[in-house]
Every structure is written in structure tokens, then in C-alpha cells.
């Protein structure tokens, strides 16, 4: 009964490198949502995807970032030609249904450093 | 925009007292309030929620309570732990482009002292 697991836990990267952040959601879970909590900052909004559907992207950069939830396999957070202030931790959270009464659950996060 | 407002960055408690965490809002169509638990190195973890119909919400010794007319919310832990010690999100939904869409205050660290 594995939880929604991220990996790598620690990613670096030098910068104008490209950085791909996986998210296997829980068993059951077909809503998948992606956060960025920046140093001293909270938790801020990326995308929410559902199976080969971008649902809001909202809260992604106009530019370098994109992500996808593939019919088989994990969801990919995807930051080309990185630049120092990517450096982040990325949480991706699931969900059975998008009704909140139970909140997410959270993976443990990826930490980008860029160098 | 900062909808969901957290504006005590830190908190220290004794162990055995009461901690309240409290949380501010803007957003009047937010209809479900949320808290999370943050170690280090781990991802948040769901504490309790709120519906924006009731007015208090209790599990253990977690109890939630809101305010809607003064748009605030705030969390008590009694007694507070020394495992208690962690950062403590505040979180707000509401429909959005079809779906709940959830929206974090920046967090409040808080430190039990044993």
C-alpha cells in the first residue's frame, strides 16, 4: 500500500540543464497535482493533470516547464534549461476524487538544486 | 494575491499547553479549510478539515475552528507534544474551473518545547 512516491528524492543540476521530476500517484488515485515550495515560501500551485489530460496549468511558468500524466506510468514534471531560481522543492500530491473532504496525499518531495 | 493568510511565521509552546495556529482568508467562495503537517524532509500530511458550514471541527486533540464572518480560521492542539513540532499549513479550497482547487498559506513552524 504505497503511498505516492517521488523520485529522485535530491536532484542536482547545472544550469541550462534540463530536470525531470517523476510522481507515481497512489493505487486508485487518478488526479494527480504538482506544488513548488520555494525557500521561506508555502506551498504554490502548479498544475493538475488526470490520466493524458492537463485539467489547470494555471500555476505553471508561461515557459521551460511542462508536465504530463501518461496513460501507463508516472507523471512528469519536466524544467528545461534550468536556472537558479528553480532550485525548489517539488511536491506532487494525489487524489481518488477531487472533492477535498480528505485532503491530498503527498509525496515526499523532490529537491532541485541548480548549480 | 495571498488568499490564504498565515501571518505568525513561528510559534514556541510549552509541552502540555495549548497551541493555536491561526489562519486568515480573502476568498469568500473558499468552502473548505484544511490543515497540514510538515516534518523536514517529508512531504505534508492531511491533519483535519472544516466544511465552510460548520464551525468547529474536532478529531483527538486537534479541533479546527471557523469564523466566516471575520474570514479566519485557526487550529488548536492541546496539549501540545514535542512531536507536535512541525510546520503547520493552512489550506483553503473552492470549485474552480470545474473541481476543488486548493489554495496554501506560506505556513507556521511550531516548536514544543518538552
Known amino acids: 500500500n504505497a503511498g505516492v512516491m517521488q523520485n529522485p528524492r535530491h536532484l542536482v543540476r547545472r544550469r541550462g540543464q534540463e530536470a525531470r521530476l517523476r510522481c507515481s500517484p497512489m493505487k486508485g488515485h487518478s488526479h494527480v497535482y504538482w506544488y513548488r515550495q520555494l525557500p521561506e515560501e508555502g506551498l504554490k500551485f502548479m498544475v493538475y493533470l488526470q490520466k493524458e489530460n492537463i485539467i489547470d496549468e494555471s500555476g505553471m511558468p508561461k515557459e521551460r516547464f511542462s508536465a504530463e500524466f501518461p496513460k501507463e506510468g508516472p507523471s512528469i514534471l519536466r524544467i528545461q534549461q534550468v536556472v537558479r531560481g528553480d532550485s525548489a522543492a517539488y511536491f506532487c500530491?494525489?487524489?481518488?476524487?477531487?472533492?477535498?473532504?480528505?485532503?491530498?496525499?503527498f509525496g515526499s518531495g523532490t529537491r532541485l538544486t541548480v548549480v | 494575491d495571498q488568499q490564504v493568510k498565515q501571518n505568525s511565521p513561528s510559534l514556541s509552546v510549552q509541552e502540555g499547553r495549548i497551541s493555536i495556529l491561526n489562519c486568515d482568508y480573502t476568498n469568500s467562495m473558499f468552502d473548505y479549510f484544511l490543515w497540514y503537517k510538515k516534518y523536514p524532509a517529508e512531504g505534508p500530511t492531511f491533519l483535519i478539515s472544516?466544511?465552510?458550514?460548520?464551525d468547529k471541527n474536532e478529531d483527538g486533540r486537534f479541533t479546527v475552528f471557523l469564523n466566516k464572518s471575520a474570514k479566519h480560521l485557526s487550529l488548536h492542539i492541546v496539549p501540545s507534544q514535542p512531536g507536535d513540532s512541525a510546520v503547520y499549513f493552512c489550506a483553503a479550497s473552492a470549485q474552480s474551473g470545474g473541481y476543488q482547487k486548493v489554495t496554501f498559506g506560506i505556513g507556521t513552524k511550531l516548536q514544543v518545547i518538552p
Open positions: 472544516i466544511s465552510s458550514i460548520k
Open positions: 500530491a494525489s487524489s481518488r476524487r477531487t472533492g477535498t473532504n480528505y485532503g491530498y496525499t
